[in-house]
C-alpha cells in the first residue's frame, strides 16, 4: 500500500490510519484502511450486492448523514462499491464529507475511507485515489 510523505500514520483497531498534515488546514483529513478477514464477514456481504446494502447501512447512521448512491468500483485484485457521504461528526461544529470504499479480495474485505471537512476532500482526493489502487492483497 502506497505511503503518505508528511501523513502521521497510527494504528488502532485492525486499522492503518493515515493524519494529514497539519499545512494547508488538512490536520483534520484523515484515510483509513481496515482489512477483515472474509471468514468473519456476514455471507451476504461477501458478494457486491449485499456488501453495497450494508455499507449504506452503516453510512445512513452518521449524524445527518447525506449518501450518495453506489458506485461500482475496484481494480484488478479486487471489486467493490464506493460512496460519498456528508454529515455532522458529534465533536466537530462543522460538516464533514467521506469516500468510502468497500473491496472484496479472495480472502478479506477492504473498508477505505477518506474524510475531511466538508469543501476540503478534493485537495487530498488524488492521494486517497493512489491509496486505493496501490492496495494488495498479500
Do not use: C
Not at 488502532?12 to 490536520?27: C, D, H, S, T, V
Not at 446494502?53 to 462499491?81: C, F, I
Not at 477505505?112 to 492496495?135: D, I, N, R, Y
Request: net charge neutral; aromatic share 6%.
Amino acid at each position: 500500500m502506497r505511503q503518505l510523505p508528511g501523513w502521521e500514520i497510527t494504528r488502532e483497531k485492525g486499522a492503518i490510519i493515515f493524519l494529514g498534515p497539519a499545512a494547508r488546514g488538512q490536520n483534520e483529513t484523515t484515510i483509513v484502511v481496515r482489512s477483515v478477514p472474509l471468514a468473519e464477514v456476514r455471507p451476504t456481504a461477501r458478494e457486491e450486492s449485499g456488501l453495497s446494502h450494508a455499507t449504506a447501512n452503516v453510512l445512513a447512521g452518521l449524524p445527518n448523514s447525506n449518501v450518495s448512491r453506489a458506485k461500482p468500483t475496484g481494480h484488478d485484485e479486487m471489486r467493490g462499491v464506493r460512496y460519498q457521504v456528508s454529515f455532522d461528526p458529534p465533536s466537530k461544529e462543522r460538516r464533514f464529507e467521506r469516500t468510502q470504499i468497500a473491496l472484496l479480495g479472495q480472502d478479506r474485505l477492504f473498508h477505505l475511507m477518506h474524510t475531511a471537512p466538508e469543501g476540503a476532500l478534493q485537495t487530498t482526493a488524488p492521494l486517497f485515489e493512489e491509496v486505493v489502487a496501490s492496495l494488495r492483497e498479500e
